[in-house]
Each structure stands twice: as structure tokens, then as C-alpha cells.
């Protein structure tokens, strides 16, 4: 029922919220029911014993791939996938824990004691939503690899022949699962996994490593997987209802490859190859590296895009202002220099103006100086006599202070006729009073004291 | 002709800053003689006072930062001076350049502003004044003659 339910992997998904499945210890991989490593990869193997599973290999990779595909929203399925798939590592196979066998006992149906991890996956459902998301994914790294690697794509096309050939037709379900991808950068980090899936031993240590680039790698495993062959040579797909028309050109994929691997540039990640699993890094490298110089070669082609390195050479046409031409080049004329060369500073109007060259050459004597003076500058006329006379006030202007310190004060010598008594400070009234009060009291407290003086006399006798 | 002592007293009393002494001694002046000799002793004592600020190793910065000073001391030297034409005839007075085109009358005024102003820079006391107007009357007579 939940393998043929497609909201089955949400009911997966809501059940192990609630359950919160614990991955196993490290140290103790049988413990509480958790299949051992070695576990999980016995039961892999022994997937392949019940025919081609092609929906399987999704199914295997597909919750790591799900969990990065993209954000939560949007990633539902995926999520729920990787649940069901996390649910059925935590099913052992000889199911120690019984609180668990419930749920699962579901979907062992078909397969009796195929608790391997990938037998879940042969749900059309889970993986189909999953692979949709996915292939929104792929498609935005497509462009990336496609339009500069057709040689990698190649490759890749060869690639998932042979994953084809091992999938067969079980990949039905699932539209998006059936787009074709023409780009195949996913597809060599997918497809070897995805020849291996069924003695996938790389599912349960990637998923044991729990990192998140383990996680992020699956995505082109899963889709990929399911993509039946399309020639490469049509990089973008235009069958209608294709993801891939709707594809961004170069410009918005190649950030999206820069970006974190958490999003869906994972699958073109190199970094990311390495957590895929042993088997399918020998399937990836070599595209892994293709994938980079893709890239790479990308932004080179990018730079040429803007002028053919002939094109310059080829303009027929002049920039003038003003029937003045304008440099519009780092290649001068000298021909036409005279036609933009109305800067200023160009040139050096006189090397005898020169600040800091001396004046006076030294071929010149002082006489020569003085008789070329006498020639030009003596002109015993009217006109220079009223000049010199007319300037006679403005030359007083020209007068110096005489020398000496400015600041020193010169002040006629005191005599002593001249001296000034010094001020004397006139009487206070405050003062006064002050001391008339001191005064009287003075005054008084004789008066008293003179008193009683008397009168102790007065009193002896 | 020779130069005249009161031509020489006139001038000497200019450059002294004696401005009283140079009113009263300038209307006694002979002017048909003040035409020529005058002349001639304002334009020696111009040459052998730029000859001696600039002949040495005077520049053009130093002729320009010098005809800006005079220029700056008082707004009536600003507009009596031209930068251009002051510079003129310092450099034409060591030997570059030519102030054929300059007026007569201007360049009576500049010379006897400049001439003014380098006299004052230089601080001659009474005996280097004399010693100055001495060597100035000797070029002077050399020109009248």
C-alpha cells in the first residue's frame, strides 16, 4: 500500500518525525536493531537477485539527494524518500526491533525479506517526486557541461547506456524520471552508482558518513539513473513539457555551480565526488574532472564571445567631433596627429622659459648685457620721463620698514624729572566701616575692661 | 652729456625713500635735460640693479616670484605693474628677450618701480648707495655721451 501510495512517503515522513530514527553507533552498528554495516551491504547485494531495479538505484541515493535536491518546501517527496530510506536502514534484517516492523512490514510484502535499503525504493512514487525535484536540479547544471563539453557529454551518453541497459523498463513512473538528460553532467557522478547499485556498497557509507556532500551527490544519481538515453547532440531538449526548455542559459548556471553544495550544484561539485561512495567515484572522476575544466573553459569561451579578435582590424568606419578625429584607439596616426593634438602640454613652448634654468648665459658678458641694454631699454623721450615721474607716489609703497625686530618697542629714556609717583589706592568704604566695627569693639571691650577694674577697686576698700 | 650731480642727488633721494627731498629736488630739475639724462640714469640703475639681484644665478621663477612680491605690497603697484612686461625687461636686462614693443612711458614706470623695489630689497645703507649711484652716473654718462 505505501509503495503504491504516493502520499506514502509523507505518512513515512510524519511517522519518522515522530519516531526520530537514530542512525546507528559507529561502534555498535547491530546495536537496538540497526543493521550493521556489513549488513546493509549483504542485503545490497543481494538486491540484484530479484531482476533489475532500475527505480531502486533512486531509491538507494535518493534520500541524501532529496535532502540537498533543495529547500524544505520544495522537497517534500525527497525528504519523505529519504526518510522511508533511513527507515529501512533501521530495519535489520532479522527485525529486532519490532516496534518498527509494523510500518515496514508493509512493504516487505513484495519483497519478503528484501530488506535491503534499496528495496523500498522500488516505490514509483517516492522516487518519482523525488526525481522531478531532482531533474529541476540537473537541469539548472546542465548548461554548465553542455555547452562547452561535448566530449564529456559523449562520455556521459555512454554512460548511461549502460546504466540503461542495466535499469531496463521499470523507469516508467515518473515523467520528470523519463526526461532525457542531454547534459549528462550528472550522469557520470550517477551512472557508475548507478551500474553498482545493486551491489552498492557506497550507499550505506555515504550515508553512514552523513556529510553533507555525501548527501548532495546523489541528486544527478537519481536522476540520471532514470534518463533514458537522448542523442547528445541536442544539448537542449525541445520535446514539449521538457524541463530542459525552460533551462537557463550559461550565465545562470555557472554561479549556481560556484555556489554552496548544499543546493543543487551539488552534482557539479568535484568536491562532492569523493562522499558519493567507492564504487561510484571510479565512475566520476574521470567526469569530474571534464566537469571543472567545463566550467572553466566556459568563462574562456565567454571572453571571446565579445569581438572576434579580427573584428578590430575590420572597423571601416572614423570617430570624428567636430570633423576632429577621436582616439578611439591606442594605435596612433602620426598622420592625423595634428588633428586631435590640440591638448595642452604637448608641447614645451620655449626650453628657455624653463622654471629653474638660469637666466644669464654665461657667453654674455656684462658689458654686451649693458651696451644691448643701452640700445633697447634707454629711450631719452618725454613719455619715459613722465612715466618715471608719475609712478613717484606709487614708489612709496615700495618702502621698507627699517631693520630691527619688530617687536621691540622703542620708548623715550625716563628722566628723573619725568618720574611718575606711583598710584596710591584711595580709601575704601567697606574698609572704613570694617574698621570703625574693629574700632568700637576695640573701644568697647576696654571701656568694659577698664570698668570692672574700678569697680574691683571700689570693692576692696 | 654728462650726468648732472642733482640728476644724480634726485635719484639717489628716490631710491632712499626721501620722497621730500626727491619732490623738491625734481621740480628744480632741468626737464629737457631730465629727458635725456634722467633717462638714461633710471635705466643704468635699473640694468646694474637687476644685475646684481638676478645675473648670478637668477631664474625665471625667481624673476616671476620677484615681480609678484613687488606686485603683491600694495593694491597701486598691482595695477601699475604688468606681470608680463616687469618680467620683460628684468630678463631682457640679462641679455633674453626683447622689449622693443613695450611702450615708452610704461616702461619708464616699470623700470622706476622695479628699481624702486630692488633698491629696498637690497638694504643698501648711505655708502653702498652712494657706492651705487656712483657706478649707475658712470653708465649713464657712457649711454649720453
Aim: negative net charge; glycine residues 10%.
Amino acid at each position: 500500500v505505501a509503495v503504491d501510495n504516493p502520499n506514502s512517503a509523507e505518512a513515512v515522513e510524519g511517522r519518522d518525525a515522530v519516531e526520530t530514527p537514530q542512525p546507528p553507533p559507529p561502534d555498535r552498528p547491530g546495536a537496538e536493531g540497526f543493521p550493521s554495516r556489513a549488513e546493509s551491504r549483504a542485503a545490497a547485494a543481494a538486491a540484484p537477485d530479484d531482476g533489475p531495479r532500475p527505480s531502486d538505484e533512486p531509491g538507494d541515493d535518493t534520500p541524501p539527494d532529496t535532502s540537498s535536491a533543495g529547500p524544505a518546501d520544495d522537497d517534500r517527496g525527497g525528504q519523505a524518500a529519504a526518510d522511508t530510506s533511513d527507515s529501512e536502514h533501521d530495519r535489520s534484517p532479522d527485525g529486532q526491533e519490532p516496534r518498527r516492523e509494523e510500518p515496514e512490514g508493509t512493504r516487505t510484502d513484495d519483497g519478503g525479506t528484501d530488506q535491503s535499503p534499496s528495496s523500498e525504493q522500488n516505490t514509483p512514487d517516492a522516487p518519482g517526486e523525488t526525481e522531478s525535484e531532482d531533474l529541476d536540479l540537473s537541469e539548472t547544471s546542465v548548461p554548465i557541461e553542455a555547452a562547452d563539453q561535448p566530449d564529456l557529454q559523449q562520455e556521459d551518453v555512454r554512460q548511461e547506456e549502460i546504466a540503461d541497459s542495466a535499469r531496463g523498463p521499470a523507469d516508467a513512473p515518473g515523467e520528470a524520471a523519463e526526461e532525457p538528460h542531454p547534459d549528462g553532467d550528472p550522469g557520470p557522478e550517477t551512472v557508475a552508482p548507478s551500474a553498482d547499485e545493486s551491489a552498492d556498497p557506497h550507499t550505506d557509507s555515504a550515508q553512514a558518513a552523513g556529510g553533507p556532500e555525501a548527501v548532495d551527490s546523489a541528486p544527478g544519481q537519481v536522476v540520471v539513473a532514470d534518463q533514458p538515453y537522448e542523442p547528445p547532440d541536442d544539448l537542449h531538449d525541445p520535446r514539449p513539457g521538457s524541463h530542459l526548455e525552460e533551462e537557463q542559459p550559461v550565465d545562470d548556471v555557472l554561479p549556481v555551480a560556484e555556489a554552496e553544495p548544499v543546493d543543487e550544484s551539488a552534482a557539479a561539485d568535484p568536491d562532492t565526488i569523493p562522499h558519493s561512495g567507492d564504487g561510484s567515484t571510479e565512475g566520476t572522476e574521470p567526469t569530474a574532472e571534464p566537469l571543472a575544466d567545463g566550467i572553466e573553459s566556459e568563462g574562456e569561451g565567454g571572453t571571446h564571445t565579445g569581438e572576434p579578435s579580427g573584428e578590430d582590424d575590420d572597423w571601416d568606419f572614423d570617430f570624428t567631433v567636430n570633423e576632429k578625429y577621436v582616439r578611439a584607439r591606442a594605435g596612433l596616426n602620426p598622420v592625423r596627429a595634428e588633428d586631435w593634438s590640440n591638448e595642452v602640454g604637448d608641447q614645451i613652448p620655449d626650453p628657455a622659459e624653463r622654471k629653474g634654468d638660469r637666466i644669464v648665459n654665461e657667453t654674455d658678458d656684462k658689458a654686451s648685457r649693458r651696451e644691448r641694454m643701452r640700445r633697447e631699454g634707454y629711450k631719452a623721450t618725454g613719455e619715459v620721463r613722465d612715466g618715471i615721474r608719475k609712478v613717484a607716489d606709487q614708489s612709496k609703497a615700495l618702502k621698507r620698514p627699517p631693520t630691527g625686530n619688530p617687536e621691540t618697542r622703542i620708548c623715550p629714556p625716563a628722566t628723573g624729572s619725568e618720574a611718575r609717583a606711583g598710584d596710591h589706592q584711595g580709601l575704601d568704604v567697606g574698609n572704613a566701616v570694617t574698621a570703625g566695627l574693629a574700632a568700637g569693639v576695640l573701644i568697647g571691650e576696654l571701656i568694659h575692661f577698664v570698668g570692672g577694674k574700678l569697680e574691683n577697686r571700689k570693692g576692696r576698700r | 652729456m654728462a650726468i648732472g650731480d642733482d640728476q644724480v642727488a634726485t635719484l639717489r633721494a628716490h631710491l632712499a625713500g626721501e620722497f621730500e627731498e626727491y619732490e623738491r629736488r625734481w621740480e628744480q630739475l632741468d626737464k629737457e635735460a631730465a629727458r635725456t639724462e634722467y633717462t638714461a640714469l633710471v635705466a643704468a640703475a635699473f640694468f646694474e640693479a637687476v644685475d646684481r639681484r638676478f645675473a648670478k644665478d637668477g631664474t625665471v621663477a625667481d624673476v616671476i616670484d620677484f615681480v609678484g612680491d613687488v606686485r603683491s605690497r600694495s593694491e597701486e603697484l598691482s595695477d601699475a605693474i604688468d606681470p608680463r612686461i616687469a618680467e620683460r625687461l628684468i630678463r631682457h636686462a640679462l641679455g633674453d628677450g626683447s622689449i622693443g614693443d613695450i611702450g615708452d612711458e610704461t616702461m619708464g614706470s616699470t623700470q622706476m618701480l622695479l628699481l624702486v623695489a630692488l633698491i629696498a630689497d637690497e638694504q643698501l645703507d648711505d655708502a653702498g648707495l652712494d657706492e651705487f649711484m656712483t657706478e649707475v652716473r658712470a653708465v649713464a654718462d657712457e649711454w649720453t655721451e
